[in-house]
């Protein structure tokens, strides 16, 4: 049995005596003592602010980007799948690549980027959306945290940074490997990096696709308004 005097630091434990790092290893027990009110069970890291409710999010939005130049794309309660890769492993028995869960805490949306048409998928971006993990579907990593984030970028970030710390990059094409998910739904590893799932990208190329139909209708009506002036005009 080995013991230390420690002081906890910035997120490590720091011996008294020699000033150097004690760091734990992963999956074993420990049995830690202190005086009383140096623990808690809440992370201030992880407070976020108020969700904001269907009509709250839309007005905001609306408010933010302008009268048509946002889509809804997903509810709140909507649920969404990412794939972490990590060949970094600090064991040998370590998996290698994770699959974890989330669900949408607010509705979700994408805007129309400032002087574009919205005809193409990479016109429009991802707004900010409240979500949180909710499982690792693959891989065997056991949550001790539904780790929380203000969008499904930075949860992709913060799933890493509390999870995978200092073992890979915490950035991700948020577009290509956020996956829609249902419950029950089948889902492999090699499934993901196929993209055979229906990701964000298809999403937002939807509602391109709808805004090319929009515009043609719009300029279909256009010449027929035409047409009937001059009509009027000759008679």
């Not at 980007?65 to 649920?79: L, Q, T, V």
């Not at 029950?184 to 696709?209: P, S, W």
């Amino acid at each position: 049995m080995q013991t230390f005097k420690v002081i906890y630091q910035h997120g490590h434990f720091i011996d008294v005596e020699t000033h150097q790092r004690i760091i734990p290893v992963q999956g074993k027990e420990f049995i830690i003592t202190a005086e009383n009110h140096s623990f808690t069970t809440e992370d201030a890291k992880l407070k976020m602010p108020k969700t904001l409710s269907s009509l709250e999010k839309e007005i905001k939005v609306k408010e933010k980007y302008g009268k048509g130049n946002y889509e809804k794309i997903a509810d709140a309660g909507n649920m969404f799948f990412f794939r972490v890769g990590n060949t970094n492993t600090l064991k040998e028995d370590e998996s290698r690549q994770y699959m974890f869960s989330c669900v949408l805490l607010e509705d979700l949306y994408l805007y129309l980027n400032k002087d574009k048409s919205g005809e193409g998928s990479k016109d429009w971006r991802l707004v900010d959306c409240q979500c949180k993990l909710t499982n690792c579907l693959l891989g065997g990593l056991s949550l001790t945290e539904e780790v929380p984030a203000k969008s499904l970028n930075n949860l992709f970030n913060q799933t890493v940074m509390f999870y995978f710390s200092m073992q890979r990059s915490g950035s991700t094409n948020v577009y290509d490997n956020f996956f829609v998910y249902k419950e029950n739904m089948i889902i492999t590893f090699e499934g993901a990096l196929q993209l055979l799932y229906k990701n964000i990208e298809v999403m937002r190329k939807d509602v391109a696709e709808k805004k090319i139909k929009m515009n043609k209708m719009k300029e279909r009506a256009k010449e027929l308004s035409e047409k009937l002036n001059e009509m009027d005009i000759f008679e």
